[in-house]
């Protein structure tokens, strides 16, 4: 990824800090997008100071991730990558449930995806790029309190084939399918369970990084199952 340009959205979270971390440290020239003003505590020290940061937008909102991306675009010249993180995760029956929840994880995982990616294309055509989305494995078989997020998810695994058959041969489109992510709430929320199963950040960006990069030149249109031990 040495001397790439690539957008890592919703990059002040677990996962994101972790891919952005990742592309930096292989030389890649990342541009940190995220709707939090600030990072949170160490990601300057995971990252350094080469990394170009983009607090405050609202990826939900058309004309703010326009912006988003032309603020990369204009940092570094180019845009050979997008990565798209930004989202969120709501456990709720669909008897008990706020319907309202539909809307905004609709918003948080799928509008996000969307916005993002119209923003890049035209970049990303001009550089033969790549664009990786995250998708869930939830979204394959969908347990009881999962409709929400499950269904959101599914739109991303959908939007993902839907572009890839639109730029093929321009622009290759991949999602990552992971199981539970070993990530602090989760560890919260599931006292009981064996992280040592789930999937670490660490290894889920290996995984991202290769589909963002050169080498994985002839997969497009892939949900890419990575489950751990799970």
């Known amino acids: 990824m040495k001397g790439k340009s690539v957008i890592v959205t919703g990059a002040f979270g677990v996962l994101g800090t972790a891919v952005a ?3 930096a440290c292989s030389g890649a020239e990342v541009s940190a997008i995220d709707r939090a003003t600030e990072p949170s505590a ?3 020290e995971a990252l350094g100071d080469g990394v170009f940061v983009v607090g405050g937008c609202d990826l939900t909102d058309v004309a703010a991730a326009a ?6 675009v204009e940092r570094f010249g180019r845009l050979d990558a997008l990565i798209n993180i ?4 709501a456990w709720e029956t669909v008897a008990g449930g706020d319907p309202a929840t539909w809307d905004r994880l609709w918003a948080m995982n799928v509008k996000t995806c969307v916005n993002t990616c119209r923003a890049a294309i035209p970049h990303l055509e001009r550089s033969g790029g790549r664009i990786v989305n995250i998708g869930a494995g939830a979204a394959v ?3 009881a309190g999962m409709g929400a997020y499950a269904a959101s998810k599914g739109g991303v695994h959908r939007l993902t084939e839907a572009l890839a058959e639109e730029l093929k041969g321009k622009v290759a489109v991949n999602a990552v399918l992971p199981s539970i992510i070993d990530t602090p ?8 369970a064996d ?3 789930w999937v670490s950040p660490g290894d889920l960006s290996e995984v991202i990084l290769f589909l963002a990069s050169d080498t994985a030149r002839a997969v497009t249109g892939a949900l890419v199952a990575v489950n751990g031990g799970v």
């Open 21 to 23: 971390a990742a592309l």
């Open 42 to 44: 160490g990601f300057d």
């Open 67 to 72: 912006r988003g991306v032309r603020s990369a």
């Open 86 to 89: 930004a989202g969120g995760f």
């Open 141 to 143: 078989k969908a347990a």
């Open 185 to 192: 709430m989760n560890r919260a929320d599931m006292p009981g």
């Open 195 to 197: 992280p040592s199963k």
